[in-house]
């Protein structure tokens, strides 16, 4: 231990006065006092976190859920290529999808569940899974999504944007 300013005495290998000592026992000791107070209490609040993040629960993004799924549903809508969809043979845009839902809104007739599936020579994409959602918001259907063999259910909610326009 190196100490310095005792009167150019002290060097490597010199203790340095008792007064000196003395106070960095002191010094030593209020730490470890210090430092036994403060353990238990880090250690309580790294508890505390801890317990946060657990009661938290786990973050799921599509996470597995058992559902009941139809025996036969109201409506089956296939995919078709570029972003169109084919319903009972007819191969519909968006906007006629659309409009086929408001004239089965305006007849009383909505159905209550639907499945878009993949096509014969398309497959789902994202594009047809959010105007999916969109219909889904707008007539209030159970929407399941059928693609490459896998059934999911589609729980779409309106965005906050959305709520504020209406």
């Known amino acids: 231990m190196y ?6 005495r002290a060097g490597p290998g010199r203790r340095p006065p008792r007064a000196i000592r003395s106070i960095q026992r002191q010094e030593q000791s209020a730490m470890k006092s210090l430092n036994r107070i403060l353990r238990p209490f880090a250690a309580a609040v790294a508890c505390g976190l801890l317990l946060a993040l657990a009661a938290c629960g786990p973050i799921r993004r599509g996470g597995k859920e058992t559902v009941d799924v139809p025996a036969h549903y109201d409506m089956v809508i296939a995919v078709a290529k570029d972003n169109q969809f084919n319903l009972d043979g007819a191969i519909l845009n968006i906007d006629d999808l659309i409009g086929h839902f408001r004239y089965l809104e305006d ?6 569940t639907v499945l878009l599936k993949d096509g014969e020579d398309a497959k789902v994409k994202d594009a047809q899974i959010n105007a999916f959602a969109s219909l889904q918001v707008t007539f209030g259907f159970t929407g399941y999504i059928e693609h490459k063999g896998r059934l999911t259910l589609l729980k779409a909610v309106a965005s906050p944007e959305d709520e504020k326009r209406k």
């Open 107 to 112: 007849q009383k007739q909505l159905p209550k």
């Open 3 to 8: 100490t310095a300013g005792f009167r150019g």
